[in-house]
């Protein structure tokens, strides 16, 4: 729902931000991962299960409580981003970004004329409260907060000129893909892998654009900001359920198992 973007504002102001990903296309998991004091999440439509619908569901959920979602489309299609729009994202993330253009592209999809091609229905959308945000065609624009993300070997080399087009607010590099386009899927700390990582880091930089990212094998969170990156994506609602479930299930399991130790002993 239309309201400032203060992931977008805290982001510009310089601020490091720390979020979860959630992919299980469920209202009340988002819900509960909100709650908990994430400073962002990502409902992710490029690899959840999730419908426009469920964006929709989520969105509210998040709204609800008050933790700024940003969602990360299937693919750079003027299309689907116009939609996500009318439902009210403020925030996304667009992937597989190869180019210039293609960032000029998206941007130009997510803002209304004339600095854009979004098509307008304002007054029975969810993003302008069905109408009653009187000014949301003015103010629209100002409040997008687009992330382009770089997953490629040859969109390293070209980070600079995707990054400087006018509108991308963020690059987000996608490390794991990035590693998968020279033949290094999941090779995280690879010095090859690190090395395109690096050659993207510093295009993105001389084009004064914040960085975001997730974790991974060369760099933890807490490495990833003290080298400068403003918006880090860590924890998803699958792996936190799959951790906490394989955690209570050991604990358990070690529990009874140290009971049946000491029943056998006496016997």
Same mark, same amino acid.
Not at 33 to 41: E, K, R, S, T
Not at 135 to 154: C, G, H, P, W
């Given at each position: 729902?239309?309201?400032?973007n203060?992931?977008?504002?805290r982001?510009?102001?310089?601020?490091?931000? #720390?979020?979860?990903?959630l992919?299980?296309a469920?209202?009340?998991?988002?819900?509960l991962?909100?709650?908990?004091g994430?400073?962002f $999440?990502?409902?992710?439509?490029?690899?959840?299960?999730?419908?426009?619908?469920?964006a929709?569901?989520m969105?509210?959920?998040?709204?609800?409580?008050?933790?700024?979602?940003?969602?990360? $489309?299937?693919?750079?299609?003027?299309?689907?981003l116009?939609?996500?729009?009318d439902? /009210?994202?403020q925030?996304?993330?667009?992937?597989?970004?190869?180019?210039?253009?293609?960032? !000029?592209?998206?941007?130009a =999809?997510? !803002? #209304?004329?004339?600095?854009?091609?979004?098509?307008?229905?304002?007054p029975? @959308?969810?993003?302008? !409260? #069905?109408? @009653?945000?009187e000014? #949301?065609?003015?103010r629209?624009?100002?409040?997008?907060f687009?992330?382009?993300?770089?997953?490629?070997?040859?969109?390293?080399?070209?980070?600079?000129?995707?990054?400087?087009?006018?509108?991308?607010?963020?690059?987000?590099? /996608?490390?794991?893909?990035? =590693?998968?386009?020279?033949?290094? @899927?999941?090779? @995280?700390? +690879?010095?090859?892998?690190?090395a395109?990582?690096?050659?993207?880091?510093?295009?993105?930089?001389?084009?004064?654009?914040?960085?975001?990212?997730?974790?991974s094998? !060369?760099?933890?969170?807490?490495?990833?900001?003290?080298?400068?990156?403003?918006?880090v994506?860590g924890?998803?609602?699958?792996?936190?359920?799959?951790e906490?479930?394989?955690?209570?299930?050991?604990a358990?399991r070690?529990?009874?198992?140290?009971? +049946?130790?000491?029943?056998?002993a006496?016997?």
């Amino acid at each position: 729902m239309f309201q400032e973007n203060r992931l977008k504002r805290r982001v510009a102001a310089g601020e490091q931000v #720390y979020g979860a990903w959630l992919g299980l296309a469920s209202a009340s998991v988002a819900e509960l991962i909100a709650l908990v004091g994430f400073d962002f $999440v990502i409902i992710d439509q490029e690899h959840g299960a999730g419908s426009l619908r469920d964006a929709a569901d989520m969105l509210r959920a998040c709204d609800a409580a008050g933790c700024p979602a940003a969602v990360r $489309v299937p693919w750079n299609d003027h299309v689907y981003l116009k939609r996500i729009l009318d439902l /009210g994202a403020q925030s996304l993330m667009i992937p597989m970004v190869e180019s210039a253009e293609e960032a !000029r592209a998206a941007v130009a =999809a997510c !803002r #209304y004329p004339p600095q854009g091609r979004r098509g307008w229905a304002v007054p029975v @959308l969810r993003c302008s !409260r #069905y109408g @009653l945000v009187e000014d #949301y065609t003015k103010r629209a624009n100002a409040e997008l907060f687009v992330m382009v993300q770089i997953e490629s070997a040859a969109t390293a080399q070209r980070a600079e000129e995707i990054a400087a087009i006018d509108g991308v607010d963020m690059v987000f590099i /996608g490390i794991n893909d990035l =590693a998968g386009s020279i033949g290094r @899927l999941e090779q @995280l700390d +690879h010095p090859e892998v690190d090395a395109l990582v690096r050659q993207a880091e510093a295009g993105v930089r001389a084009a004064g654009k914040p960085l975001g990212t997730v974790p991974s094998a !060369r760099r933890d969170t807490a490495g990833l900001f003290a080298d400068g990156y403003r918006l880090v994506a860590g924890s998803s609602d699958a792996g936190l359920l799959r951790e906490g479930a394989r955690h209570e299930l050991a604990a358990v399991r070690a529990a009874l198992g140290s009971v +049946h130790g000491r029943a056998g002993a006496m016997s």
